[in-house]
């Protein structure tokens, strides 16, 4: 009798009752993901920055103590810029010329080189201010034509090096987007203070914008871009001009954002060395080159 129950249990543990399991466990989350890659909206903060840049092609899923490559069937994710033969010419005086460059969601890249090597230019080319003089620029997988430049320029937030506040208080300032795009009173201001206090200025709302320090200005223009949850947040020098702690209190502000919303960082400096504690791959242009060579561009990480 004791025998026959033991073969019982045993039948019960059979390889087929466990592939059976792990096949229910795949299902579910491929439901999961398909449910996020296909829905309209941006997936929420709660599935972090895997979920916002669908990084689950690249990593494994633990499901009750079991983990598994999910690879295979998930959908091809693409990328947040693609730029192929990209050239930029004031008049006739060509200052950009980028072979290939590819950004994928969720990265942090840094783009280094010298005072006037076109790094302002790219930036004002990927958040669709300007049009390249030649060459094609994909945007999620879409090109951009002149039809969708102005809807895709909604979805990129640049910061610029000296950061232009309108009059009025800070509070102001930060709902001046949301006004635009006629979000309610209320609504405005509940998500004017969530990004105030995100970038470490609650409290700051009824100040006066212009008599704020170069530190809090940045941080009130920086507000004024995440209040409206841009999928890509573009960076012209963010330390030009500010004190030691004032950059570090935005590099943990920024790091924090790619960390939990998966947002895509895009950043400039003449300095390698102010990139370091922030970026995790790096392009280097010179004289409107990438390494000064005609290579197609590839993202170098940086040594720690």
Avoid at 28 to 49: D, E, M, Q, T, Y
Avoid at 197 to 224: D, I, K, M, W
Avoid at 230 to 247: C, I, K, Q, T, W
Avoid at 285 to 296: I, K, T, V
Wanted: glycine share 8%; proline share 4%; hydrophobic share 35%.
């Amino acid at each position: 009798m004791v025998n026959r129950r033991m073969k019982h249990h045993k039948r019960k543990s059979s390889p087929q009752r466990h592939r059976g399991r792990r096949e229910e466990q795949e299902n579910n989350v491929k439901k999961l993901c398909f449910s996020i890659a296909s829905s309209p909206h941006r997936p929420v903060a709660k599935h972090g920055r895997f979920a916002d840049s669908f990084s689950y092609s690249l990593c494994s899923l633990r499901l009750c103590g079991e983990s598994f490559q999910t690879r295979k069937w998930l959908p091809t994710m693409n990328n947040a810029y693609n730029l192929d033969d990209v050239a930029f010419s004031y008049g006739t005086s060509q200052v950009l010329f980028l072979e290939r460059i590819e950004i994928r969601p969720g990265e942090m890249v840094a783009v280094v080189g010298p005072n006037g090597s076109g790094k302002t230019t790219l930036l004002h080319l990927l958040a669709f201010v300007e049009p390249p003089s030649s060459g094609s620029i994909r945007f999620f997988g879409e090109e951009c034509s002149a039809a969708k430049r102005l809807g895709f320029r909604r979805r990129v937030g640049l910061l610029t090096q000296n950061p232009y506040l309108f009059r009025g208080t800070v509070m102001d300032n930060v709902q001046w987007g949301l006004k635009i795009r006629g979000v309610t009173a209320a609504r405005r201001h509940e998500l004017a203070l969530e990004a105030l206090r995100s970038v470490g200025l609650a409290g700051f709302e009824a100040r006066r914008a212009r008599e704020l320090s170069g530190g809090e200005s940045q941080r009130t223009a920086l507000a004024r871009i995440l209040v409206l949850e841009p999928e890509v947040l573009l960076l012209d020098e963010p330390g030009n001009h500010l004190d030691r702690e004032s950059v570090q209190l935005t590099e943990r502000i920024v790091a924090n954002l790619n960390r939990k919303k998966g947002t895509t960082v895009i950043f400039v400096s003449h300095r390698a060395s102010d990139v370091d504690s922030l970026a995790q791959r790096v392009l280097h242009l010179h004289q409107g080159r990438l390494d000064g060579n005609h290579a197609p561009a590839r993202l170098v990480p940086l040594a720690r």
